[in-house]
């Protein structure tokens, strides 16, 4: 399954996708994007809309159904940069403390 979307014009991956792929929480990410507000800026990172659910649902890329913790209310998408600075934030994170790995911190 494809975790790239196309949305406002640009690839990007939704938070549940990019938390899956490696192996934190989607609550813990999004938590870790809001306490650190200043560094995802508007052009790495944007609220999912209503109607930009609706389309995703459409192109069968997610289900009607949110699935348990995850509402597209709530949804974070990040373009092609906020998912290099969470990737590497994950990374570096893994490699400073391990906290990541031990308990999918990453706050």
């Known amino acids: 399954m494809d975790k790239i979307y196309l949305i406002r014009g ?8 990019l938390a899956g792929l490696y192996g934190v929480t989607t609550g813990n990410l999004n938590l870790a ?4 507000k200043k560094r995802f800026p508007d ?13 995703l ?4 890329a997610i289900s009607k159904k949110p699935g348990r913790g995850w509402h597209p209310q ?5 373009y092609r940069a906020g998912c290099v600075y969470a990737i ?14 031990n308990n999918k911190s990453i706050c």
């Open 10 to 17: 640009q690839k990007v991956m939704i938070d549940k996708d």
């Open 88 to 101: 590497w934030h994950i990374k570096q994170r893994n490699c400073n403390t391990g906290a990541y790995t």
């Open 57 to 60: 649902t459409l192109q069968s």
């Open 33 to 36: 994007v809001k306490r650190n």
């Open 43 to 55: 052009d790495f990172i944007f609220q999912l809309t209503k109607e930009e659910y609706e389309l």
């Open 74 to 78: 709530t949804s974070i998408c990040f």
